[in-house]
């Protein structure tokens, strides 16, 4: 996460936090410090080259780098003029027959349509998340839902209020749909029976605020609340719990979707599995993510190894804030564009925008500096400066830049 420019690298901590992993292409020791922000001096400075805002801090005579990627942006006022932006999400798991003919059809509409984004097709559906101008944007997305396969598509719309939220469009054929070891062909993803079963954002609700604790839930089904208990799991990437969750939901320890394997621990690491000795049979699991998609794509690994009762949130966090509100969330959600991370107000204009006065976690890991650990300004991550590393993070020392 740290780079020196001519000396090694420091990982800096406070006395009473553990040492901030360094970055594995550098070497690295810690120095301990009372006190982060007061005991190190701060200068920035910013590099067109990089595009990268750089902060460096002189301890010992030694220089220590720390930074976030600076993304390029184009406001209202930019070149577009006065063009409202937004951020249009969807997936559909369908059988195309011919997804390489698929994807020059779309090519052709999105010709001359002002689309910044990501969108992936294969012989099992799409996946896209783009930005753009809303008339062209949703003319897309209009466009799409023409065609019988993906008349029935929920298509989600976020303001980007600086512009496109993407460098550029990558509107391209992908053997994966999501990043997953392994791949994705080999999962029956166009099985509805083997996805989980979709809970509306309203029957979501029901589940939370029914809760007896935060791993305890109530079902109605059964008849009793003692035969039968709920586990809420949460299939994103540890550093996204870190900036919002829902509340009961414990932090995943993976950084990359692409490893989770909760559920798939053998006797040797069941320790750090969340759903090891669960009973397949009499357990709800109720999963959820930003979306929807990688809910979807990882019930179908857990229904193989007979997980009976897998349900996930339709439509996903985004869906939930935008029709329920924050009841039961905790925090922003973080999301993979320039954004970062957005208030559930960003979908609810009913909420009020300042979160964090009604912040209540019950994790101490939640929302914290991964320098010294303290409860960070912003819910927003960092990129760090070393391009070899390039980990997201919270860190609060960098809020000087913003």
Same mark, same amino acid.
């Given at each position: 996460?740290?780079?020196?420019?001519?000396?090694?690298?420091?990982?800096?901590?406070?006395?009473?936090?553990?040492? &901030?992993?360094? #970055? @594995?292409?550098? !070497?690295? %020791?810690?120095?301990?410090?009372?006190?982060? /922000? *007061? $005991? =190190?001096?701060? +200068?920035?400075?910013?590099?067109?080259?990089?595009?990268?805002? &750089?902060?460096? #801090? @002189?301890?010992? !005579?030694? %220089?220590?780098?720390?930074?976030?990627?600076? /993304? *390029? $942006? =184009?406001?209202? +006022?930019?070149?577009?003029?006065?063009?409202?932006?937004?951020?249009?999400?969807?997936?559909?798991?369908? !059988?195309?027959?011919?997804?390489?003919?698929?994807?020059?059809?779309?090519?052709?509409?999105?010709?001359?349509?002002?689309?910044?984004?990501?969108?992936?097709?294969?012989?099992?559906?799409?996946?896209?998340?783009?930005?753009?101008?809303?008339?062209?944007?949703?003319?897309?997305?209009?466009?799409?839902?023409?065609?019988?396969?993906?008349?029935?598509?929920?298509?989600?719309?976020?303001?980007?209020?600086?512009?496109?939220?993407?460098?550029?469009?990558?509107?391209?054929?992908?053997?994966?749909?999501?990043?997953?070891?392994?791949?994705?062909?080999?999962?029956?993803?166009?099985?509805?029976?083997?996805?989980?079963?979709?809970?509306?954002?309203?029957?979501?609700?029901?589940?939370?605020?029914?809760?007896?604790?935060?791993?305890?839930?109530?079902?109605?089904?059964?008849?009793?609340?003692?035969?039968?208990?709920?586990?809420?799991?949460?299939?994103?990437?540890?550093?996204?719990?870190?900036?919002?969750?829902?509340?009961?939901?414990?932090?995943?320890?993976?950084?990359?979707?692409?490893?989770?394997?909760?559920?798939?621990?053998?006797?040797?690491?069941?320790?750090?599995?969340?759903?090891?000795?669960?009973?397949?049979?009499?357990?709800?699991?109720?999963?959820?993510?930003?979306?929807?998609?990688?809910?979807?794509?990882?019930?179908?690994?857990?229904?193989?190894?007979?997980?009976?009762?897998?349900?996930?949130?339709?439509?996903?966090?985004?869906?939930?804030?935008?029709?329920?509100?924050?009841?039961?969330?905790?925090?922003?959600?973080?999301?993979?564009?320039?954004?970062?991370?957005?208030?559930?107000?960003?979908?609810?204009?009913?909420?009020?925008?300042?979160?964090?006065?009604?912040?209540?976690?019950?994790?101490?890991?939640?929302?914290?500096?991964?320098?010294?650990?303290?409860?960070?300004?912003?819910?927003?991550?960092?990129?760090?400066?070393?391009?070899?590393?390039?980990?997201?993070?919270?860190?609060?020392?960098?809020?000087?830049?913003?």
């Amino acid at each position: 996460m740290i780079a020196a420019s001519s000396s090694p690298a420091m990982a800096i901590s406070s006395s009473v936090a553990s040492p &901030l992993p360094s #970055c @594995s292409s550098v !070497s690295s %020791l810690t120095l301990r410090i009372l006190y982060c /922000p *007061a $005991r =190190i001096h701060i +200068a920035t400075s910013f590099s067109k080259k990089s595009n990268r805002g &750089l902060v460096y #801090c @002189s301890v010992t !005579s030694q %220089l220590v780098v720390a930074s976030s990627r600076l /993304p *390029a $942006r =184009i406001g209202r +006022a930019g070149r577009n003029g006065d063009l409202e932006f937004c951020v249009v999400t969807f997936y559909k798991f369908v !059988s195309i027959e011919n997804p390489e003919g698929e994807v020059l059809k779309h090519q052709e509409f999105l010709q001359g349509r002002d689309i910044h984004g990501r969108i992936y097709v294969n012989e099992q559906g799409i996946n896209a998340q783009y930005s753009g101008p809303i008339e062209d944007a949703l003319a897309y997305a209009d466009w799409l839902k023409e065609d019988p396969r993906f008349s029935d598509i929920l298509v989600q719309t976020s303001p980007a209020l600086d512009g496109h939220a993407f460098p550029r469009l990558k509107m391209r054929y992908k053997p994966s749909l999501v990043q997953f070891e392994g791949g994705m062909s080999h999962l029956p993803v166009l099985n509805p029976t083997m996805r989980a079963t979709l809970l509306t954002p309203a029957e979501w609700r029901e589940r939370l605020q029914a809760s007896i604790n935060p791993f305890e839930l109530p079902n109605k089904a059964s008849g009793s609340n003692h035969d039968r208990r709920s586990l809420l799991l949460d299939v994103r990437n540890g550093y996204e719990w870190d900036v919002g969750h829902f509340q009961g939901a414990e932090r995943p320890e993976v950084d990359s979707f692409r490893h989770t394997s909760v559920g798939l621990a053998g006797e040797e690491t069941a320790t750090f599995d969340l759903l090891a000795g669960v009973d397949k049979e009499n357990t709800d699991i109720l999963m959820y993510c930003t979306g929807g998609i990688r809910c979807d794509v990882y019930s179908t690994v857990l229904r193989q190894r007979g997980f009976q009762n897998l349900y996930t949130l339709s439509g996903g966090v985004s869906h939930y804030l935008k029709s329920e509100g924050s009841a039961g969330w905790v925090g922003n959600l973080f999301v993979f564009d320039s954004r970062l991370s957005l208030p559930p107000s960003t979908y609810n204009s009913n909420l009020t925008t300042n979160v964090r006065s009604k912040i209540v976690s019950e994790s101490e890991r939640f929302a914290k500096c991964y320098i010294c650990r303290s409860q960070v300004l912003e819910f927003r991550h960092r990129n760090c400066a070393n391009l070899d590393c390039n980990r997201l993070f919270l860190c609060d020392i960098l809020q000087v830049l913003w």
